[in-house]
């Protein structure tokens, strides 16, 4: 899907608005990996001046950028979150903007630099991709004086990271001693200059060695932080709490209605995946979820009755299902119970069996559209496999028992009961449904087991259902680099 070689259009137009318009800015910090950055695989981090910030903030909307707003313990003084598609390449990036110079501690970045933006900003240079970044002998100091901020005291002993290192190592090779010294006084002082420029030499691989430099910066920039010693340490635990909460969460698979990163100011979204078999729907899903899930909190909803996620007392009740018979037994029940003849065991049994399933299904999909509207009102996005409806009954996720409607008694209560769940369904709606289609004779190529009368009646199942806000048709037979694009372009409208 990515060119790594080639800046992601979508940042081209960004910085050729950023020139167009006058904005002051500068990418300062990572620009060893700087190539990845412009294809969307790592952050952008770019300085720009605060009295320029209403004017980008409509800039970065002429350019479809969206703000994301970090949850309260992952918020930093003076840095917001954009993140951008890129369509033709169905890619998410994101753009971390600083307002000021804002660095310290991991999970606190308790220091306020303000002097360092402006000094930073003043001495930018355009780099041959097109961006403005920042001169190798600054980014330098800022490297070295950012790792000791961060030290702690888990850190004894400890290496300094191979990542650091080998940014440390790539600009040494670029910088001019000269011009590092002075960087070095403008910034640090006299005597930082010289604590900093002994661990330019090359050889900085132990934290250890970063403490005298750690003593100074915490001494010359306690003007610049609002936190008092224990105040810091308190903020830090807290928010060092939340993030490996989360970050656990998200390595168990933990599918959690609580987001944990960033969410959209306007309320979340659900989005809704309906599809013909063989129109690549879980593909197409799976894609969504892999690539907004980078950037942003996203919680997925299975609401079939297929061999998707269910709830443990129907699982036992699936593999029953599939010994016994499946469809085809549920065809010649429906018979028998048509011809009003002499109803067998087996049907009655069948019969019964199909209620407890129906029930079980019901209050199933009740929990899990509760927990896909907690999600959306936390500001995630949902990405829904399937939905109920009433447009089919017994059908593509319609109600199971509505031919006990017009019966009596306690059949009649269970299927108002089993109705009741899936008009809620319906009450409240989906932002968005994408109905995924292919040709029939692609849906035979690819799924050869389905009939094409199967594979035809579930298109018009599918075009039917109205189950969302708005719903989209997507031809998925073409490439899979322009389904998605096609996919990702409709999921952003409304995000």
């Known amino acids: 899907?990515?060119?790594?070689?080639?800046?992601?259009?979508?940042?081209?137009?960004?910085?050729?608005a950023f020139e167009a318009n006058g904005i002051v800015y500068c990418h300062w910090k990572s620009n060893e990996h700087l190539a990845e950055a412009l294809t969307g695989e790592t952050d952008l981090d770019v300085l720009f001046l605060p009295e320029q910030r209403s004017l980008l903030d409509a800039i970065l909307n002429q350019c479809g950028m969206k703000r994301f707003r970090s949850m309260p313990l992952m918020q930093y003084n003076a840095i917001e979150d954009y993140i951008g598609l890129d369509e033709e390449s169905a890619t998410i990036w994101h753009l971390h903007t600083h307002y000021r110079m804002t660095l310290g501690e991991k999970h606190l970045k308790g220091y306020t630099v303000t002097p360092w933006g402006t000094y930073i900003l003043d001495h930018r240079i355009m780099d041959e991709s097109g961006i403005y970044v920042c001169v190798p002998e600054i980014e330098l100091v800022l490297l070295v004086s950012r790792n000791a901020l961060?030290?702690?005291?888990?850190?004894?002993?400890?290496?300094?990271?191979?990542?650091?290192?080998?940014?440390?190592?790539?600009?040494?090779?670029?910088?001019?001693?000269?011009?590092?010294?002075?960087?070095a006084i403008d910034m640090l002082g006299e005597k930082g200059a010289d604590i900093l420029l002994p661990l330019c030499d090359g050889n900085l691989r132990k934290k250890s060695h970063l403490r005298p430099l750690y003593r100074y910066l915490r001494k010359q920039?306690?003007?610049?932080?609002?936190?008092?010693?224990?105040?810091?340490?308190?903020?830090?635990?807290?928010?060092?709490?939340?993030?490996?909460?989360?970050?656990?969460?998200?390595?168990?698979?933990?599918?959690?209605?609580?987001?944990?990163?960033?969410?959209?100011?306007?309320?979340?979204?659900?989005?809704?995946?309906?599809g013909c078999d063989g129109a690549g729907k879980s593909t197409s899903l799976d894609y969504v979820k892999k690539e907004f899930?980078?950037?942003?909190?996203?919680?997925?909803?299975?609401?079939?009755?297929?061999?998707?996620?269910?709830?443990?007392?129907?699982?036992?009740?699936?593999?029953?299902?599939?010994?016994?018979?499946?469809?085809?037994?549920?065809?010649?029940?429906?018979k028998e119970y048509q011809e009003k003849k002499r109803i067998s065991l087996k049907s009655r049994l069948y019969s019964i069996a199909k209620i407890m399933w129906a029930v079980t299904l019901a209050s199933e999909k009740k929990s899990k559209l509760r927990d896909m509207t907690k999600a959306r009102n936390n500001g995630m996005l949902v990405l829904v496999d399937r939905y109920p409806q009433t447009a089919i009954p017994g059908y593509s996720d319609g109600p199971l028992l509505t031919k006990y409607l017009e019966k009596r008694g306690l059949k009649k209560s269970i299927a108002k009961w089993e109705y009741r769940i899936y008009e809620s369904a319906a009450m409240n709606m989906p932002d968005l449904s994408l109905k995924l289609m292919v040709p029939t004779e692609v849906a035979i190529a690819r799924k050869p087991e389905m009939t094409e009368e199967e594979i035809e009646h579930k298109k018009e199942a599918v075009r039917a259902i109205n189950c969302a806000l708005r719903s989209v048709?997507?031809?998925?037979?073409?490439?899979?680099?322009?389904?998605?694009?096609?996919?990702?372009?409709?999921?952003?409208?409304i995000i």
Request: with cysteine; hydrophobic share 35%; charged share 30%.
């Open 1 to 16: 899907m990515k060119n790594s070689h080639n800046m992601l259009k979508s940042i081209k137009r960004m910085l050729d």
């Open 150 to 183: 961060k030290l702690r005291l888990r850190d004894f002993g400890k290496k300094i990271g191979k990542d650091e290192i080998a940014e440390y190592q790539w600009l040494l090779t670029k910088v001019n001693t000269e011009v590092l010294r002075q960087s």
């Open 221 to 274: 920039l306690s003007i610049f932080t609002g936190y008092s010693k224990c105040g810091s340490r308190w903020a830090r635990t807290k928010r060092e709490v939340f993030w490996l909460v989360g970050g656990l969460k998200r390595r168990m698979g933990w599918n959690s209605s609580k987001p944990y990163r960033r969410i959209s100011p306007s309320g979340g979204a659900a989005v809704v995946f309906l």
């Open 293 to 334: 899930g980078k950037k942003i909190d996203v919680k997925t909803v299975y609401l079939g009755s297929g061999d998707g996620s269910s709830s443990l007392l129907r699982k036992p009740m699936k593999l029953v299902a599939r010994k016994v018979g499946g469809k085809g037994l549920g065809h010649q029940v429906e």
């Open 473 to 493: 048709e997507v031809d998925t037979s073409c490439s899979k680099e322009e389904s998605f694009s096609r996919i990702m372009s409709e999921i952003w409208q």
